[in-house]
């Protein structure tokens, strides 16, 4: 692709884009400004996600704005399933054997409520580690700046299959 092209995109945009359009425009191009910069997916960039990493759970916190919303004015269930399957499995990638990592092979969505609010919040951590798979519970909360709520909106489990290194064949 071209420069004049992504930049003719990026000027039909701008010019017919509504103020809180631009917002979310702005937020898209931090995003993938921060990924240029930084390791990490773009995903996990664009929704602008925060990592807490420890030995047993991991936490990731986004902002709640209209690029999350899907048409009800809600956060969107894709996205609380992509920031419970990012913490589920950054967990299961931390406590993976040394050389290994997790892919997400089922995951299991409770929706409780609906997500409004000012930030998402997802919680994971390990129940079950065995050779070839892994067991790991997760939660998402919407928090409400304004009144200082906090609401469990899904509840999730997953499976996680442990990839191992391909070993040498000595013969």
């Known amino acids: 692709m071209k420069d004049q092209q992504i930049s003719d995109l990026f000027q039909q945009c701008l010019h017919t884009a509504t103020d809180n359009e631009k917002v979310i425009l702005h937020q898209l191009l931090l995003g993938f400004k921060e990924k240029i910069k930084e390791e990490g997916s773009y995903i996990g960039r ?5 990592r807490i990493l420890t030995e047993t759970e991991c936490e990731i ?11 009800l004015q809600i956060v969107h269930g894709g996205i609380t399933a992509t920031i419970l399957d990012s913490s589920m ?10 050389s290994s990592s997790a892919v997400t092979s089922n995951l299991n969505i409770h929706y409780i409520a609906p997500g409004k609010g000012d930030f998402l919040n997802a919680k994971a951590k390990l129940l ?35 990839l191992h290194p391909p070993t040498e064949n000595k013969s």
């Open 46 to 50: 664009l929704l602008r996600m925060k």
């Open 128 to 162: 079950h580690k065995g050779s070839k798979t892994l067991i790991v519970e997760g939660e998402v909360e919407i928090i409400d700046s304004n009144t200082d709520t906090v609401k469990k909106i899904a509840h999730a489990t997953g499976t996680f299959f442990i």
């Open 61 to 71: 916190s986004i902002p709640v704005s209209e690029l999350v919303h899907n048409s």
């Open 89 to 98: 499995g950054s967990i299961a990638n931390a406590v993976c054997p040394p």
